[in-house]
């Protein structure tokens, strides 16, 4: 069973570049999250797709950052114009729903260091 | 709207002492909730889930937690820890309700296990 899986797992950036990360759910599960977890604080939330439908999409996610999911399965963020306080950890998590409620399992991150 | 506020940014236990992290929540809405754990430079593993079924959750690692309706808390205990047990732990409430949404967590709590 492979888990939710993210590549590169480490980025640095130079102000200015746009920046892509992708994420690999869990293969049956048809919800995928991405969140953004800055230094000291808990993961927030960006966006949440089910199947390849962008459901919702949170007030940090700017204009500069948008994600797809073509297929319902793999998804991408791209970050555009990067400015240093784009710097974090940005975790994609996936999950099914299910009787006992939806689990979201998260992957490993990819770690965004903008110069 | 709902929060989780986690009491106390650093705890630090010796161990086989009791371990104890505070969580309440904040839920207009009959609260799913969770507690994750994250190593350095790793992503989050859900520890336990609270989905109104039984008051008392036991998890992986000899964890579990309490759900207080009365005083909004689900606080995590351990008996006696360990020192593989140093790690950051994150309480979140699912932000509807229920089994969708994203996950609003809380700011953290890095337990730190003296020999």
């Known amino acids: 069973d492979t888990g939710v899986s993210q590549d590169p797992r480490h980025k640095i950036t130079k102000r200015g570049q746009n920046v892509t990360f992708r994420c690999d759910p869990i293969?049956?599960?048809?919800?995928l999250y991405w969140y953004r977890q800055t230094l000291g604080q808990g993961p927030e939330f960006l966006t949440y797709?089910?199947?390849?439908?962008?459901?919702?999409k949170s007030r940090l996610l700017s204009d500069r950052f948008s994600a797809e999911r073509p297929k319902g399965s793999f998804s991408t963020l791209e970050i555009q114009r990067t400015e240093q306080g784009d710097s974090a950890m940005y975790l994609c998590?996936?999950?099914?729903?299910?009787?006992?409620?939806?689990?979201?399992?998260f992957g490993p991150g990819t770690r965004l260091t903008v110069l | 709207a709902q929060s989780v506020t986690q009491l106390g940014s650093h705890v630090s236990v010796s161990e086989g002492a009791l371990v104890l992290l505070r969580c309440n929540y904040s839920?207009?809405?009959?609260?799913?909730l969770f507690w994750y754990v994250q190593y350095p430079n790793q992503g989050l593993q859900l520890l336990l889930k609270?989905?109104?079924?039984?008051?008392l959750v036991k998890g992986i690692n000899g964890f579990e937690a309490e759900f207080k309706k009365s005083e909004t808390s689900f606080h995590l205990t351990k008996p006696s820890a360990h020192m593989s047990d140093a790690a950051e732990y994150f309480c979140?409430?699912?932000?509807?309700?229920?089994?969708?949404?994203?996950?609003?967590f809380g700011k953290g709590t890095k337990l730190s296990v003296k020999p």
């Open positions: 998590a996936s999950s099914s729903p299910g009787a006992k409620g939806d689990t979201q399992y």
């Open positions: 293969s049956e599960h048809n919800r």
């Open positions: 797709f089910q199947n390849e439908a962008q459901l919702e």
């Open positions: 839920s207009s809405v009959p609260p799913y």
């Open positions: 609270y989905t109104s079924a039984a008051t």
């Open positions: 979140a409430v699912s932000d509807y309700g229920g089994s969708q949404g994203n996950l609003i």
